[in-house]
């Protein structure tokens, strides 16, 4: 059964990262996609120029208006800009704990501009405590939030476990700028598990909004959390292996190029 979900992050004109992403992921992935936009970007595949904010009164009406009528099961989080939107979307959070909630902590762009205005950065996992199902930082954004170095694997578990237990929510840090071989770490609040993935030899705009929405998609489908990333890991993987050059050597998903690829197994 299709479902309806809302991706509340930034709208990048090229389409390669945010809210435009989400909804093709969505889409690709059998559910419904709605937006709710946080910002607006200028800025190419390969570099963001300038930020411009929604206010926080905004972001609510469009949510508040959008679920009048619609029912949703699902909200990922993505880019929220300042500290007033981080508080507004954490009460949106707040008051939809029975839905899947995966929160992506968008800290900066790979170019190194701002995408959260730094008073909010020590302040986020304050904000959205026990509020989500899931978080996804990458090493930059575990090691601010964590507040300690992350380059490997097992400062990837530290981190991880620390962010859960400021956070009380499990903890995916994602690894895509390990030296070496790949890996995932999640830390659930009892154990650890790692998803291994090739590396390839590209890189490629908004691989984390990508697997922060895929993921969604598989919770709400009602698949375990461990489940749900692992598929979600792999579906990144087969998506980057279809992307397009964007110049200046970075990489763009093209999710027309993946219609007719061997589907997942059915959930067991």
């Not at 984390?208 to 598929?231: N, V």
């Not at 990144?236 to 050597?249: E, L, T």
Request: net charge positive.
């Amino acid at each position: 059964m299709t479902k309806n979900l809302v991706s509340i992050a930034g709208w990048d004109p090229s389409a390669g990262a945010g809210t435009l992403l989400d909804l093709r992921v969505f889409e690709r992935l059998g559910q419904r996609g709605f937006g709710v936009l946080t910002a607006v970007t200028a800025q190419s595949p390969q570099r963001v120029d300038r930020v411009f904010p929604v206010t926080a009164l905004a972001v609510t009406g469009q949510f508040g208006r959008l679920t009048e009528g619609i029912a949703i099961a699902g909200i990922k989080v993505g880019m929220l800009a300042t500290w007033a939107n981080l508080r507004a979307v954490a009460r949106i959070l707040e008051k939809n704990g029975q839905l899947p909630r995966v929160v992506d902590p968008v800290l900066r762009s790979s170019s190194g501009a701002p995408l959260l205005e730094k008073k909010a950065w020590p302040r986020f996992l304050d904000a959205v405590e026990g509020r989500a199902d899931l978080i996804t930082p990458n090493l930059d954004e575990a090691a601010a939030l964590a507040k300690r170095p992350v380059r490997n694997v097992a400062e990837m578990r530290l981190a991880a476990e620390k962010i859960h237990s400021k956070s009380g929510i499990p903890c995916l840090v994602k690894g895509g700028h390990l030296e070496g071989p790949i890996a995932d770490i999640l830390f659930d609040g009892k154990g650890f598990s790692a998803f291994a993935r090739p590396r390839l030899a590209r890189d490629v705009h908004g691989t984390g909004c990508f697997l922060s929405s895929a993921i969604l998609c598989y919770l709400a489908e009602g698949r375990p959390l461990k489940e749900a990333c692992g598929l979600g890991v792999f579906r990144v993987g087969q998506a980057m292996r279809s992307a397009v050059p964007a110049g200046g050597g970075r990489w763009v998903f093209d999710l027309s190029r993946e219609r007719g690829r061997v589907p997942l197994p059915p959930r067991a």
